[in-house]
């Protein structure tokens, strides 16, 4: 499968990748992993006549804690969050995420921020941002822009990147004491998109009760999914079984899944319901440590 | 038919410099396999699913049907033609001789370069991280079994005898 023509770009700053962006408008696309691009264009899916290639710009790849945030950035490749010591220290639920990606040819390529940006509702780290509660960066023209994740995915493919911005940073609100969060993923075999998988991340209050609750959902619908009903609910209470099961079976009514060949769409939201149950209790465990 | 400028790539492999002036959508795999004439790098699936097309880029791991050849200019690459040295076979070929890690052989490639990286960074594997460093190369004959036991076979042969170089020529990058 060979893709259609097209023109080849690589900048070596970001003010050179923003103004061949702005130049060629949607007729371009920016290439960071293309580990999810390259694939549709090879399908013929995805036409760009030009591809900035912005592999080269420096600075852009680092995972660091600085003013209350982790701070990821926009070149930083699936491999080097699993080969971080903050991360697989601090921050288990971001591993667990990157494991499930693909396999390690994939993850040596593939960006974070690609994983964001690509705009697909079966990528992984999209739940697992809006549990986190993140925030993106896009740079454009015009300087920085903060966007938090809640409003970052519109529909599928579709996010809130303007034509001419690039997504440099992500940046997550380190956690306060007595957070945990887990990730878990159900897949065909090992490198499939999930056929359904649930992000969720606690802070517990002094009495074990959940303060701040995040759950987002992979794959069951046109974006990634925030379970508000089940975070409302799980809100202030005790995480016991009873609790637990009904935040799952929230987490399952906001799930919009197709059938498809992973599965139907009942079988997809009674998996929700248990893979929210499940996370959420390993997210406690870490938690109450 | 629609033709752009071609660019001209410059990547060391297998410790020799090659260039070739190229349309940017020609894929890496096509590039080393018709280009460069070495066919030993193979081409799977074409979905980014099987791994028979892993090489070392910059010394990583990458599937080189889901890159265009245009990216790796300026780079070192590694394939499976470059794994021995001097006519002799390197530990792992040997290993998947002895341990009969192959039947067809279209997987073996891929998984060469696959283990090459694992055992450079983790000379001595369990059973469980082989088969994570493998997870991303697909094989339809063996059942993985031997080529588990290929792997092994090789660590242990690269952790007696220490004249095998571990570094072979042309793969460059940080470890």
Redesign the interface.
Known sequence: MIPPAFEYLRPKTIPEAIAFLEQHGDDAKILSGGQSLIPMMKLRIARPAYLIDINRISGLSYIKEEAGFLKIGGLTREAELEASGLIRSKYPIILETAHVIADPQVRNLATVAGNLAHGDPANDHPATMLALGAQVVATGSRGDRVIPIEEFFLSVFSTALEPGEILTEIRIPVPPARSGGAYLKLERKVGDFATAAVAAQLTLDGNGAAQKVGIGLTNVGATPIKAKKAEDFLRGKKLDETNLRQAGQLASEDAQPSSDLRGPAEYKKGLVKELAKRALSRAAERAGK | M????E?LVQVKVNGRERQASV???L?LVHFIREVLELTGTHIGC????C?AC?VLLNG????S????A??ADGGEILTVEGLSADGQLHPLQEGFKEEHGLQCGFCTPGMLM?SY?LLRTNPQPSEEEIR??I??NLCRCTGYQNIVSAVRYAAAKMAKDTTTPVEMAGVGGKK
Do not use: I
Not at chain 2, 60 to 63: C, D, L, N, Q
């Open positions: 629609a033709m752009t400028k660019q349309e940017p959508r894929l074409d979905t980014s699913h791994g892993t990583k791991t990458v599937k049907c889901t890159m265009f245009v990216q696959s990286a994570w460093g997870s991303g």
